[in-house]
């Protein structure tokens, strides 16, 4: 209702389960979304063949646009370019991936040999502006949330090909990115958006709030920065 349309909307859907995760999104009320953000099946790590047949099957039945999303240090499993070059060709409800691995070989393979008007959205925020200055779509952000307006800069920057203005500002984010980061996602960023009062310092287990050294260096520049 916030957004009221304004801007897409993805809503992340994923399971290593596909039977269970088909169900799901046959299930689900979408109204109000333009595309699925489905990650890849974690823990059980299955084999290239098992990764497109699992998308193929979301995508045999999903009514929505899908956008994969590789995380592999989450996941375990990485979606090798060749299988996402054969999503894509095959379903064309698969309109793009979040590519998370923050390997800037992959993400240019993944750039270079894409079929037409495929996304290519990083999800590696150290990476992200780079990425796009080599001719990646966009970002989905983790820094963003907290540092909205300096964050979107830097990748307005990248959008236009400032890469000189580009590569000084996100020199100067990096170290801010990896405090972020220290001690888990989404544990830092919580930090950071309690320090500005939109939220209290609360996750659930196992995941668990910053150290207080780190939640003041968090603050710091934060409080700086907005």
Do not use: W
Request: aromatic share 8%.
């Amino acid at each position: 209702n916030a957004n009221n349309q304004r801007v897409p909307l993805l809503i992340g859907i994923g399971s290593n389960y596909t039977e269970s995760l088909v169900n799901y999104i046959k299930a689900s009320d979408l109204n109000g979304f333009s595309a699925i953000l489905s990650v890849s099946p974690y823990y059980n790590k299955p084999s290239q063949e098992g990764l497109y047949q699992h998308y193929a099957a979301i995508a045999k039945i999903s009514k929505m646009p899908i956008i994969l999303y590789n995380v592999p240090g989450r996941t375990s499993s990485n979606v090798n370019p060749k299988t996402v070059f054969r999503l894509a060709s095959d379903f064309k409800n698969i309109i793009g991936i979040k590519e998370a691995k923050g390997d800037m070989l992959q993400m240019k393979t993944l750039i270079k040999n894409r079929v037409k008007d495929f996304l290519i959205i990083s999800g590696d925020d150290e990476t992200a502006p780079i990425s796009i200055l080599n001719g990646a779509d966009g970002v989905i952000s983790v820094a963003a949330g907290c540092i909205p307006t300096l964050f979107s800069s830097i990748i307005n920057d990248a959008i236009c090909g400032k890469a000189s203005a580009t590569k000084n500002s996100l020199n100067n984010i990096k170290p801010f990115i990896k405090l972020l980061f220290d001690q888990g996602n989404p544990s830092g960023v919580k930090a950071a958006l309690s320090s500005l009062n939109l939220c209290e310092n609360k996750l659930r287990l196992p995941l668990t709030p910053v150290s207080n050294e780190l939640y003041l260096e968090i603050e710091k520049f934060v409080s700086k920065k907005n």
